[in-house]
Structure formats: C-alpha cells, structure tokens
C-alpha cells in the first residue's frame, strides 16, 4: 500500500483531521486512473471507493439505445462511490475515467466502517453527498434553461478547476458526449469561445486563455455550484 500526502492528492482526504487520516493510511493505495476506465458500471459491485488526483471522473446515465449523459463529475474535491458509505454497495451510474491521472483507492467497506464512528468523515461526507445534489439539481435546470455557449463555459471552469490547470485533453466529441447534444453544437459554441479568445482548441486539447472572461461567459450556474461546493466543504477552488 502507498502513503501519500493527502494534500497532494485529494482534498477531501487533506480535510481530515491527522488522527482520522491516519487510520485510512494502512487501507489506502495509490492507483493510476487511465483514460475511459470504467471503475463501476450500473448493477454492479462497488467494491472499492476513489479518492481522485488529478484525474476527473464522470458518473454516467445509460440510456437504452447505449447514449449517455454526465450526471455527476468528481475531481480532486471528492470521492466516488459514496454510496457503499450509506449501506447500498450497488451502483446506479457509470464511473467512468474521463481526464487521467492518478488517485487513492480503499475498500468499500472501509469506508462505510469509518463512515459509522461519526467522526469528521462522516460530517464531510455527508456535505459532499449535499454539495454533489446541488450539482445535479444545478445542472439539470442548466441543460434545461441555458444556452450551450454558457453551459460549455461553466463546464469547461468545472473541469479546470477539479485539474488544477488551464490545459484540458478534451475532443469535440467528448465534450458533446458529457453536456447530452450533438457534436455539432459543441462545435459551434467552441468557436465562439475560440473566436473570442477566450479559449484556444487543437485536436484533442483545449487551452483556457482568459478566465475571467470566461467565466463572464459562463452561465450562472458555474458561480451558484462552486460557491456550495466552498460553503459546504471549505474547498475553495483556484
């Protein structure tokens, strides 16, 4: 098993107390997180639970014809599959790697053990499962009510900020993929942005160039899900 800095590696795990952090060290390993690995798929097992780096990763909705949409996106600030904390091991959602990287992983059944002392874990965890239902809520009214240039933006800012860094491997096809419309679309809102400078795009890169401008751009909602991610967890992103 690997130690590693929480700091340097997750910052729910660096929001712990030394005391609870050390119980989790003997049970907790570093594993590399590669681009589209799926850690669960809908139905199965949660066996273990992923602390992220610097690696995103997306909860995915399946439709019956094989589409699929993000409903949940977890970087450096939280921890995938929280559900085996509450009792309920079975997954609902796809995870899937989206960035790579690297993080921390547990069993699952760690985490449900040290979720039931009630120490700080437990009120963390418990404001991120709040702070991870105002996304969804968020979201879904975002996709619903926003333009796709906005929604782009917010994304885009949420991903940055989870990745620490203004450089994202991204595909027009992918980004399309996670905000549920058609490459065409994402295309076109992608060089309004770039038009713009706010943003710089080559084959499967996209570079941020102005941040303050794009978050002007961005839609409400990218402010109203960082500010309950800070207010709950005081995990202020950059």
Known sequence: MSEASPQA????????PDGEYQRLIPHLERVPLSLKQVLYDVGEPIEYVYFPGRAIVSSLSTMEDGSMVEVGLVGNDGVIGIPAALGDNIATTTAMVQLAGSGMRMKASVLKSEFQRGGL?????????????????????????????????????LVCDRVESNELPLTHEFMAQMLG??????????????????????RGKVTILNREELEATSCECYEIIKGEYARLLSIKHS
């Open 121 to 157: 874990l437990q009120s963390l965890l418990l404001r991120y499962m709040q702070a991870q239902h105002a996304f969804v809520s968020q979201n879904a009214a975002c996709n619903r009510l926003h333009h796709l240039e906005g929604r782009l933006a917010r994304w885009l800012l």
């Open 9 to 16: 590696v997750n910052r729910l795990l660096a929001a712990l």
């Open 181 to 202: 419309v058609r490459r065409a679309g994402v295309t076109e809102a992608a060089n309004s942005l770039q038009q713009a400078g706010l943003i710089r795009y080559t």
